[in-house]
């Protein structure tokens, strides 16, 4: 009866609107601190150019490279959490998950797995297993491309060291923006291998 007066009263939406308020709210402090991480580690990286460490730099660009799939990843979160809003009444009135916020909600509980800064996605993802039960959410984390979750955010989240072509791209691309020219970079690299 106390579920159904909830649901009545609209209480658990509200929560989930309220979850959704805080988690945007958070993730504007958090890609604030991620961008000064990333412009702080990427000016380490022109630095270390600038003084013909190509080497280190290479090393260091794994840290812009992790800062800037956060960046991107906690854009796609705030946007998730904007079109969760829109569609509160689809998801108050559908005890399975609806197929239009499948792939929001999967994103979401997805990324509650991976980002510990953010508590109230961890708050989101218990509302939505009270509401569609601990396996939707086991699979939102277990196996993510079958409940539709964003390839962007499993590749943005992922655990991975990025490989060395990316960090190599990522480097020749800093070194380009900066008017740097990076000298032999691959036969530097081969030579150490």
Same mark, same amino acid.
């Given at each position: ?22 988690? /945007?709210?958070? !993730?504007?402090? +958090? ?7 990333? *412009?702080?580690?990427?000016? =380490?990286? %022109? ?67 991976? /980002?510990?800064? !953010?508590?109230? +996605? ?7 297993? *009270?509401?569609?039960?601990? =396996?939707? %959410? ?56």
């Amino acid at each position: 009866m106390g579920k159904t007066l909830d649901i009545l009263l609209g209480k658990r939406s509200s929560k989930l609107n309220n979850l959704l308020e805080l988690s /945007i709210t958070r !993730n504007s402090y +958090l890609k604030n601190r991620q961008q000064a991480l990333f *412009s702080f580690s990427q000016s =380490d990286v %022109v630095q270390l150019l600038n003084l013909g460490h190509q080497q280190q730099a290479l090393l260091r660009v794994e840290h812009v490279i992790k800062s800037k799939n956060m960046l991107d990843a906690l854009a796609l979160i705030e946007s998730y959490c904007k079109f969760l809003k829109e569609n509160m009444s689809l998801i108050e009135k559908s005890k399975d998950c609806p197929e239009e916020v499948r792939e929001a909600i999967g994103s979401m509980i997805f990324a509650s797995s991976r /980002i510990g800064d !953010n508590p109230k +996605l961890q708050h989101i993802r218990a509302f939505f297993a *009270s509401k569609y039960g601990q =396996d939707f %959410v086991t699979q939102a984390i277990e196996n993510p491309r079958n409940l539709g979750v964003n390839d962007k955010i499993i590749q943005k989240l992922s655990r991975r060291q990025p490989s060395l072509e990316s960090r190599m791209s990522f480097l020749r691309e800093i070194a380009s923006n900066n008017g740097i020219i990076l000298h032999n970079l691959n036969a530097n690299l081969q030579q150490q291998s």
